[in-house]
């Protein structure tokens, strides 16, 4: 089951914080996160467990609510390097096949 | 070191012709990866070997998709016969533990167009 983003799309100013979230109607075993710039193949951010646990990556850190059953990412003081499309990627059991979810396009403009 | 390497990086070619992408995964992964990805169907995983063997085949999306990794090295992603609605840029990764547990790292792809 493909796990559901939002935004879809969300336009920053340099400095400017973002939340994107992540979720399934599933429950989940874990979600991972990754950036895509334009033209480029998808980059690894971070991978989140069942437990509730929180990881950070930069400014960029994100948190997992297995009973919501979603994730969310949050990206602060942002950087355009920030730029591109975030994919969040669920997996419902261990082992089960890793489902990504259609993408947050982030632009940070100067 | 060197990250994943795939050939070609663009290939055209003409409906109901046989194409060969090819994976060479970062030396010392165990797991690698095909997916294709699309504007209409975003990021699929078609499928995914594990010590070389193939762990799960089903997002492979018809009997002329096929797919092998002969050496740890090593592995083909092939389509016969294609067609238009295969067009997408397919990428390859590996990562090196067991499938989920550790990053991905992702070639740059090979974008794929079948007029």
């Known amino acids: 089951q493909q796990p559901v983003q939002s935004p879809q799309a969300v336009i920053l100013r340099e400095g400017e914080d973002a939340v994107i979230n992540c979720s399934s109607s599933?429950?989940?075993?874990?979600v991972h996160w990754y950036r895509q710039k334009h033209g480029e193949a998808p980059v690894f951010l971070m991978i989140l467990l069942k437990g509730g646990e929180q990881k950070g990556h930069e400014k960029i850190s994100a948190s997992f609510n297995e009973k919501k059953q979603q994730s969310s990412l949050y990206l602060t003081a942002s950087q355009l390097s920030y730029s591109g499309t975030y994919f969040c990627?669920?997996?419902?059991?261990?082992?089960?096949?890793?489902?990504f979810g259609e993408g947050t396009q982030l632009t940070v403009n100067p | 070191d060197a990250g994943v390497i795939q050939s070609p990086r663009h290939e055209v070619t003409e409906m109901g012709q046989e194409v060969t992408l090819r994976c060479k995964p970062i030396s010392g992964h165990n797991s690698l990866f095909w997916y294709r990805q699309t504007m209409m169907r975003g990021l699929e995983l078609l499928i995914y070997?594990?010590?070389?063997?193939?762990?799960?085949d089903s997002g492979m999306p018809e009997d002329r998709f096929s797919a092998k990794m002969p050496n740890a090295s090593f592995s083909t992603l092939k389509i016969q016969p294609s067609e238009p609605r295969d067009s997408a840029v397919y990428f390859c990764?590996?990562?090196?533990?067991?499938?989920?547990?550790?990053?991905?790292?992702f070639g740059p792809g090979t974008r794929l167009l079948v007029l």
């Open positions: 599933k429950a989940l075993y874990s």
């Open positions: 990627g669920t997996e419902e059991t261990s082992g089960s096949r890793l489902t």
């Open positions: 070997f594990n010590n070389n063997v193939p762990i799960d």
């Open positions: 990764a590996s990562s090196l533990l067991f499938p989920w547990y550790s990053a991905q790292y």
